[in-house]
């Protein structure tokens, strides 16, 4: 009995002890720490455009050791941001450390107007509604035209549009207002063709295939005629909203045409013709986009295509806004494992639309685009013809990996 109280005892001091080594081995390491020589010297400009992606070694000039977790600062709200981050200093110790950068906006607005603008007489159209005014940061720049003019006197207007963003940047175009007679002559233009087989014959490689997309705009298509014309893959609309807030359309057409490719193992993309205006919108278009497509076959992407324009003032975004938006649709696709794609012409896509993580279906109608941009798809043309449809259609050229 005493040999086990004896054991228990010395199994208590035993313990105790260890544990005061313990203790004591870590309030040393503390006081180490608590005296681990940091040397971190920042760089002078602690500023960062917005949405630029800078990490945090990017404003770092030396460093006593190694960062552990060098990530990317969030860039897409302006002001005083810290930024927080550890290291492991020269001694072996996790150290520590924060500062301060400044987020600023330094991207003039976007004025999207040429030299001349013109309007019938009598048209009271207010001009600042009407003609794009837009900024990468700001929602609503401030837009206004300095100079006078009398919509209802012909004649031409020397002008000059502004818009100025809240972060002080201003853009200034100087432009002609022409005010003119409302024009009697309506005579159509000769009609003007792109034939399939000479996209085919001009740009058919190893590296390419060539299709088309299509919507109820088409007319009902012969699938068969466009397996022999060689079309080796269609994009196709699925549908889209009657204007901004509005109900929700299937495209007539989209059942068939669909139908008729999967039975025929042709390649399916999809696009849908948005009017989203908030990231809200765009992830509800998507869910609905993915409930209409399920029961079928699409191994090409799912495209966003968004192009109003004439009404962008409206819409109460930024070109970060709008790019962010269309990012929302295409994540809420690729989370339930479809490819994205980003549908856009040229001009837009140089201009307004902020780079994505998504690749590009670049619109451009030309022979030889001067787009430096990377894209995965080329909508070549808008005329089109094809055997199996009766009127145009667009041409695409799709670039393998």
């Not at 040429?114 to 837009?134: E, F, Q, W």
């Not at 909203?241 to 139908?259: A, H, L, P, S, V």
């Not at 849908?272 to 090409?300: C, G, M, P, R, T």
């Not at 145009?392 to 670039?399: A, K, L, Q």
């Amino acid at each position: 009995m005493k040999n086990k109280s004896k054991i228990f005892l010395i199994t208590v001091v035993i313990f105790i002890v260890g544990i005061l080594l313990i203790g004591a081995y870590n309030l040393v390491q503390y006081i180490r720490m608590k005296n681990a020589k940091i040397e971190v010297i920042l760089i002078d400009d602690l500023t960062l455009d917005f949405t630029d992606t800078k990490k945090v070694s990017d404003f770092i000039v030396s460093i006593n050791g190694n960062i552990t977790n060098d990530y990317t600062i969030d860039s897409t709200k302006l002001g005083t941001q810290e930024v927080k981050f550890e290291f492991i200093n020269d001694d072996g110790f996790k150290v520590k450390y924060n500062y301060n950068v400044t987020i600023v906006d330094r991207v003039k607005p976007v004025i999207w107007l040429g030299s001349s603008y013109t309007i019938n007489k009598g048209n009271d159209v207010d001009l600042t509604s009407k003609i794009l005014c837009g900024d990468n940061e700001d929602k609503n720049p401030k837009c206004y035209i300095e100079g006078e003019y009398d919509v209802n006197k012909v004649g031409v207007y020397p002008l000059i549009f502004v818009a100025e963003d809240k972060s002080g940047n201003i853009e200034k175009q100087e432009f002609n207002l022409s005010v003119v007679e409302p024009s009697k002559n309506n005579k159509p233009s000769k009609p003007t063709y792109t034939y399939f087989s000479d996209v085919v014959n001009k740009h058919k490689t190893d590296k390419t295939r060539i299709g088309i997309d299509v919507s109820s705009w088409q007319g009902d298509i012969d699938f068969d005629k466009l397996q022999q014309a060689g079309v080796e893959f269609i994009i196709i609309r699925v549908g889209g909203t009657r204007g901004r807030d509005g109900e929700y359309f299937i495209d007539n057409n989209f059942t068939y045409n669909i139908t008729e490719a999967n039975k025929r193992n042709i390649d399916v993309g999809i696009y849908f013709y948005s009017y989203a205006n908030s990231n809200e919108k765009a992830h509800e278009e998507a869910l609905w986009v993915l409930d209409k497509i399920k029961d079928y076959k699409v191994n090409l992407p799912i495209a966003f295509d968004w192009e109003n324009w004439s009404t962008f003032n409206e819409y109460n975004l930024s070109f970060f806004g709008l790019t962010n938006m269309a990012e929302n649709f295409l994540d809420t696709l690729s989370d339930a494992g479809y490819e994205g794609l980003l549908y856009s012409s040229k001009n837009y896509l140089e201009r307004l639309w902020l780079p994505s993580k998504y690749e590009t279906w670049l619109a451009h109608y030309t022979d030889k685009t001067s787009y430096t941009g990377k894209y995965r798809y080329w909508q070549i043309c808008s005329d089109g013809k094809v055997d199996g449809i009766n009127g145009y259609v667009d041409i695409d050229i799709m670039y393998l990996d």
